[in-house]
């Protein structure tokens, strides 16, 4: 397994967050991480990525104890969070190079490029950061995460604020993660984002996990649906991507 957990607890003060949380994410592909604000799930990534110690319980990513382990972790892991973390007056090749050059790798700049090619980021590659669209960012804050190829990667709720164009790309971004090999452990509130991108899923709710599985087992657990001509009518997400030219979400 990629990521275990087990009876992981935390609380701030009076405030129990993580209640007894059981969880194991299989290596390659997506795993979404779904629930509402408040549900707990950044502070199960928070812990995992050893920014937090548990209260009780244990967990290991990549067979590293996150508690005794940490240096290990964070040598197999990039985690990007809500908000994109780029230097604003750094242009989109800076930010990459300077990562490269903290994490010591050779020909920084060779590093940079190559990911900016990668992420479609090339012709921006030589402006500011600040002068990018939020999805362009969130490009940018991946490939900056994706430096010294970690081989599992954490998505806190990667596409919270982005416009629909935005969020489309970003799951492009995923997708390619994913087919590279790379296991993604993506935290949301969105159904459609884990239903479009998630081969597994667990829910989060009042930090515990009501229950995990592929997205047919978790369909299941409804009534058959009942079958009905209903003429399907476009939502406002269609109209908008198909009139700024934009595909639609698959």
């Not at 604000?37 to 928070?46: E, F, I, Q, W």
């Not at 590093?111 to 940018?140: I, K, N, W």
């Not at 990667?153 to 629909?164: H, N, R, Y």
């Amino acid at each position: 397994m990629a990521i275990t957990v087990a009876g992981i607890e935390k609380s701030f003060g009076e405030l129990a967050v993580l209640k007894g949380v059981d969880l194991e994410v299989e290596q390659g592909g997506i795993f979404a991480l779904l629930g509402s604000n408040g549900a707990g799930k950044t502070t199960l990534v928070r812990i995992l990525s050893t920014l937090l110690r548990p209260d009780a319980g244990t967990a290991t990513v990549a067979g590293n104890d996150v508690v005794s382990d940490g240096q290990a972790v964070r040598e197999a892991i990039s985690l990007t969070g809500q908000f994109a973390a780029v230097d604003e007056v750094l242009t989109g090749r800076e930010n990459l190079a300077l990562v490269a050059r903290l994490r010591h790798l050779p020909d920084p700049g060779r590093v940079a490029d190559e990911l900016l090619a990668r992420f479609s980021l090339t012709e921006a590659g030589g402006r500011r950061a600040g002068t990018y669209s939020g999805g362009m960012r969130r490009r940018l804050d991946i490939a900056m995460s994706l430096i010294g190829e970690p081989p599992i990667i954490f998505l806190d709720e990667p596409t919270t604020g982005l416009d629909p164009e935005a969020r489309i790309e970003v799951w492009d971004t995923v997708r390619e993660l994913a087919g590279r090999g790379a296991t993604i452990l993506l935290t949301t509130q969105y159904l459609d984002e884990a239903e479009q991108l998630a081969d597994r899923i667990a829910i989060l709710h009042e930090g515990r996990i009501l229950v995990h599985g592929t997205l047919a087992d978790l369909k299941a657990l409804m009534p058959p649906a009942k079958v009905e001509y209903i003429e399907k009518q476009p939502s406002l997400e269609d109209v908008f991507l198909r009139l700024v030219g934009k595909k639609e979400a698959a």
